[in-house]
């Protein structure tokens, strides 16, 4: 039987489709305003709209999530600060994050801000939930990669450290993992991290080997048969997708899982007929991510509406006329659902509730103030408010009504509209003290913040920018590598060489540990993916290695580091782009140092503050990763002759190829031992410029020598790159040429273009 706790929660891209998914039985809704959050392709709310949504959500009993999912820029601070002094007094019940800024932000200075880790955090290993929950988080959104043991063996993981879980059941599915995708960054400058992405995975591609115009579009994300299956792994929150989608999905996509989980809790039987999902946008449907079956059935040759191709193979029309009629049919059972929507909501209303104040009193009585608030969805109610001591005949200054007025002005505010202030039954020439007055309007903020008491505005102080730690020291190098065969390197040059360990790793094989010991120069490299045994495997690498220093994409290994005392740098797939998600690093975990990331410009990055006896690092030359996937890019490209992938893929399969877009412009996808497949821009990252502009900022500048992502290019000469690049860093500009020519397919667009 399902449990009570479980939440349906719904999305609000717009007012109307925050209304359809009240009346349609949603438990909460997560919705953006136009600034700071992840879909900013929908209409989004104002803040007086989100006001009135709160007021109206918790009138039927509904919570209201905000989406603040986006990395911020240095620049955006101060409006970020000023957004979250107003969040704090309208009752909201929670914002979602992927900045790690916000988490210190708010624990600092806002913590009666509910925080949720948005899906952008991309959390899938039992560490990250530790490092998540440290950090401020009360609720993570658990990658929709995951499989359903792998939910259960996290949620039950989630629930001992006080922290709940939630999944998306319902909606569109991204191929890459959610925060570690930039093809729409890298192809058109709109970064997802930044709720730009252009859906390069939607793209249109010459046809691949296998017949595929869409080789990377996923059908859509239903698991609206797997409802017991989730309860049964003690999910909190079921999550559906679709902020750019209208009132009419919304209330279509929740009325059907909301009936099929009263169902459930009735009765412990399911609903058999999904018939109603069907009849509004979908690319088809798939639950294979849940049943960890990955197949080549999860994607579909079309990434436009499936509905009315469904209609007519559902009809078994074949004629044109029946053809019609199926299509005609559709749109009269879409039309009969409209019309019911709209009668449902037509009297629900995020208005302003309007105020009326009234001052009265006569000599040696109190002064009254009488609040009435009316427009509130029939919740009208008045409030009387009386001065603990009486008034006094004045002698010097009196009541004045344009004093009060002035005073009780902040009542006419996102949230209320002050119709009238009245003082017709107050008598002339009485007096009442200053703090009588202050404490009838607290009172009144009071009662208008819901009950609450009033948080009053935070002043956060500037951050301090500290110095380098030897502040006379030019920049170091730093090298990454990825093979034995290039462990020569470390004799032809004295940069920091780190190792880049893979994404998966063979059950109690020391292969990796045996390396790092028998080599201590070589300074761990932890990826940003690790599900499962992988990151258990890889923690292990870390408790028998016990290396001195690590780089770590993953937020988990990373904590395990701070458990182990073992000095840290955040690795640049964590995304960090200002002085706040800095100190969340350092003062949550210890960390040492971080990556800025290569999203952002010259002028972006050049005010972050950095923190004391803090490193920053910065990657001057790499493969440019657009995504990484769990899923398979070769089966709709090259082909594959496995049905599905299986727990060997990983380890064994290194296949190579390239993909073009219609424009002609092609993305090398390349899947190493160990790794999951991923694509990469046909150009090397390579910025020379930020040796000269910020060499006084940054501590180390890193080149990645792997080839990965390298695709048919021919592979450099390394120990020829590092002289070069030495040399720049030196200051010796006249290597800018030789690596130029080494490196002729390049481009440093997102240092120029920013975010």
């Avoid at 629930?159 to 939630?166: A, G, R, S, Y």
């Avoid at 006329?321 to 005609?328: D, E, Y």
């Avoid at 104040?357 to 409030?383: I, M, R």
């Amino acid at each position: 039987m399902m449990n009570n706790r479980v939440e349906l929660l719904a999305p609000g891209g717009n007012v109307e489709a925050i209304k359809a998914a009240i009346v349609a039985g949603a438990n909460a809704v997560y919705c953006g305003l136009d600034m700071f959050n992840a879909r900013n392709r929908a209409t989004n709310l104002s803040f007086d709209d989100l006001c009135g949504v709160v007021r109206l959500a918790h009138q039927q009993d509904c919570d209201v999530f905000l989406t603040l999912n986006v990395v911020i820029l240095e620049q955006e601070m101060p409006s970020l600060i000023k957004l979250l002094n107003k969040l704090v007094n309208i009752n909201l019940d929670g914002i979602i994050v992927q900045d790690l800024g916000v988490f210190n932000l708010v624990k600092k200075y806002f913590p009666t801000l509910d925080i949720h880790a948005s899906t952008q955090l991309t959390t899938h290993n039992e560490g990250q939930i530790q490092f998540l929950a440290r950090i401020g988080a009360s609720r993570v959104n658990l990658s929709r990669e995951l499989n359903l043991q792998e939910v259960k063996t996290l949620t039950s993981f989630a629930h001992d450290h006080d922290v709940l879980t939630e999944v998306f059941v319902h909606g569109a599915l991204c191929i890459a993992f959610s925060g570690q995708c930039y093809s729409s960054s890298v192809s058109v400058g709109n970064s997802g991290n930044r709720g730009r992405c252009s859906q390069a995975c939607r793209d249109e591609y010459e046809t691949t080997a296998t017949g595929n115009k869409f080789p990377l579009n996923l059908k859509d994300n239903s698991a609206y048969f797997d409802l017991p299956e989730l309860l049964d792994a003690g999910v909190d929150s079921l999550k559906i997708e679709g902020r750019i989608k209208g009132a009419h999905y919304v209330y279509t996509v929740v009325d059907s899982w909301r009936k099929q989980m009263d169902k459930f809790e009735k009765t412990g039987q399911l609903l058999a007929d999904d018939s109603n999902l069907h009849k509004v946008f979908n690319r088809d449907f798939t639950n294979s991510f849940l049943k960890g079956n990955l197949t080549k059935d999860m994607f579909i040759d079309n990434p436009r509406d499936h509905s009315i191709e469904h209609a007519v193979t559902k009809s078994q029309a074949v004629s044109i006329p029946q053809i019609q009629k199926a299509k005609q049919s559709l749109y009269d059972e879409r039309n009969t659902l409209g019309d019911e929507l709209a009668d449902k909501i037509q009297d629900l209303s995020i208005a302003k509730q309007k105020l009326t104040l009234s001052f009265s009193g006569q000599l040696n009585e109190p002064l009254v103030f009488t609040l009435q608030v009316t427009g509130g969805n029939g919740l009208d109610a008045t409030y009387v408010i009386e001065s603990n001591e009486p008034l006094k005949k004045a002698t010097q200054s009196t009541l004045d009504p344009a004093a009060i007025k002035k005073r009780f002005k902040g009542f006419n505010n996102a949230r209320y509209t002050m119709e009238s202030v009245n003082f017709d039954d107050l008598a002339d020439n009485l007096s009442l003290p200053f703090k009588e007055l202050a404490q009838i309007k607290n009172k009144a903020a009071f009662i208008l913040n819901d009950s609450t008491d009033v948080v009053a505005n935070v002043d956060v102080p500037a951050l301090v920018n500290h110095p380098k730690k030897y502040a006379a020291n030019q920049p170091s190098m730093s090298i990454l590598i990825a093979d034995e065969k290039d462990l020569y390197l470390c004799d032809v040059t004295d940069a920091d060489t780190y190792f880049k360990l893979p994404e998966s790793f063979k059950k109690g094989c020391t292969k990796y540990i045996d390396l790092l010991l028998k080599n201590p120069r070589l300074i761990p490299w932890f990826p940003a993916v690790l599900i499962g045994k992988d990151y258990l495997e890889a923690v292990k690498v870390l408790e028998q290695v016990k290396p001195k220093r690590i780089v770590s994409n993953n937020t988990g290994i990373a904590h395990k580091a701070f458990e182990m005392q073992i000095d840290w740098i955040a690795g640049p797939f964590l995304n960090t782009t200002n002085s706040y998600a800095l100190l969340t690093l350092q003062e949550g975990l210890n960390c040492s140092g971080a990556f800025i990331s290569n999203e952002i410009n010259r002028m972006q990055i050049k005010n972050i503050a950095r923190p004391k006896n803090f490193k920053l690092l910065y990657s001057i030359y790499h493969p440019i990763l657009m995504m990484t996937s769990r899923q398979c890019f070769f089966q709709q490209t090259v082909g594959c002759k496995k049905p599905s992938i299986e727990d060997g893929c990983m380890l064994k399969c290194q296949k190579a190829t390239t993909i073009t877009n219609v424009k002609g412009v092609s993305f090398a996808i390349d899947k190493q031992k160990g790794g999951y497949p991923s694509i990469y821009n046909d150009e090397q990252f390579l910025n020379l410029d930020v040796v000269n502009d910020l060499s006084d900022m940054f501590d180390e500048f890193f080149i990645d020598l792997t080839n990965i992502g390298a695709g048919s290019k021919a592979e450099q000469n390394k120990a020829q790159l590092i002289e070069y690049f030495e040399q720049i860093i030196s200051g010796q500009n006249s290597a800018k040429e030789q690596l130029n020519q080494m490196v002729p397919l390049s481009t440093m667009a997102q240092y120029s273009q920013g975010l």
